[in-house]
């Protein structure tokens, strides 16, 4: 099998604006080249170098041999009739592939990426969680995701990101920190950090190391149950960082950088859903400074328990209010082309064709 020309060619969107510049320096070309490539590609969404024109033409020749923007492949491109959201699913050169989702919303354009070719965290109610893991994301292939989805956005800006696509975040934690460095850089996407959200699972190490970055991102934890019988039944992390440890982790978080957590409850009826459940949860949630997303279950064939009915999640949303705890439903948008959070499937390497699910259906 031949090797494809870009992965022999170094990848400039693994490289940050100032680290680019060094490695032209290292490597003989004036660093202000660059600069010029940078507003290129954060500025003007060119990943050509042939159509850079204020570049001389031996300097584009160069470019094109040693390196390369590697904003991967389209492989796939569905768009929601309802809210406009567009899912792509982007292959890299090792022929594997992430899906990526721009999701419109009034003045905001956020775009959900993932962290990594699966996961191995194995939740029982998320797709990608039960197609196995294949790799970690680098960088680049983060960022790549982003210009993607950017170019589909009908401003052609993204001002939201959420990592809750494929994969565990803090799983890929350098990789996604960089990341999470690159879209925040004036240079580059300038987002706010106060509008870019890391999604976890619960890792309670990386939760607390992330506390001392000093950086004023959303957190967000996947709760999904009041107490260890329930939260480990879906989410197997628990069974290694139980709700008591994750508590002290998140309360940690609200100390070190003054932002509040935002929990994510899955409602599922016959699990976690009932009155009982909300008032377990109210009791957990009472010194944590927090808010909560219900999130009424989006079926998958794997996890077989219904979402419950509407009267039945005001109820539950009802409880934590009284007890002064802010709780909005969040009826994920992009349902119809299965882009909804714990939706993103793992594909077959090379193919668009979902990974069977390592469970048998319910
Ligand atoms: S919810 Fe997150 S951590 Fe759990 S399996 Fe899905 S992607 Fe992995």
């Not at 539950?316 to 909005?328: H, S």
């Amino acid at each position: 099998m031949t090797t494809p020309a870009s992965a022999t060619r170094i990848n400039l969107l693994d490289y940050d604006p100032t680290a680019m510049r060094e490695l032209f320096g290292e490597r003989g070309i004036e660093k202000y080249r660059a600069d010029q490539i940078t507003e290129w590609i954060y500025r003007r969404g060119e990943y050509v170098f042939g159509k850079m024109n204020n570049l001389p033409a031996d300097l584009r020749a160069r470019l094109v041999s040693e390196f390369t923007i590697d904003v991967g492949e389209i492989a796939q491109r569905s768009v929601s009739k309802d809210d406009k959201s567009v899912k792509l699913l982007i292959k890299f050169n090792d022929g594997e592939l992430v899906e990526t989702v721009m999701i419109p919303r009034k003045e905001r354009r956020t775009v959900c990426v993932s962290s990594q070719v699966g996961c191995k965290f194995g939740c029982v109610f998320c797709a990608s969680g039960q197609a196995g893991f294949a790799r970690d994301l680098k960088t680049g292939e983060i960022v790549a995701q982003v210009l993607r989805a950017r170019d589909e956005s009908d401003t052609k800006d993204v001002s939201h990101i959420v990592f809750m696509g494929m994969g565990e975040p803090f799983d890929n934690y350098g990789e996604v920190l960089a990341a999470i460095r690159r879209l925040n850089d004036p240079k580059a996407f300038e987002i706010g950090a106060r509008k870019i959200t890391v999604s976890t699972s619960g890792l309670v190490p990386k939760i607390e190391s992330f506390c001392e970055k000093g950086m004023q991102i959303e957190l967000s934890v996947s709760l999904h149950g009041a107490n260890d019988e329930v939260r480990s039944k879906l989410m197997p992390i628990n069974r290694k960082y139980p709700v008591h440890d994750l508590m002290q982790a998140c309360k940690e978080y609200v100390d070190k950088t003054g932002r509040i957590v935002t929990f994510e409850y899955l409602l599922a009826k016959g699990l976690n859903a009932s009155i009982s459940d909300a008032k377990e949860l109210a009791m957990l949630l009472r010194t944590v400074h927090c808010k909560v997303n219900l999130i009424p279950l989006n079926p998958i064939p794997e996890f077989p328990y219904e979402r419950p009915t509407y009267p039945e999640i005001l109820a539950f949303q009802d409880v934590l209010v009284r007890n002064e705890i802010p709780a909005t439903v969040r009826f994920s948008r992009g349902n119809e082309i299965n882009a909804a959070c714990g939706q993103l499937r793992r594909m077959a390497k090379g193919s668009t064709t979902p990974m069977p699910s390592r469970k048998k259906s319910a």
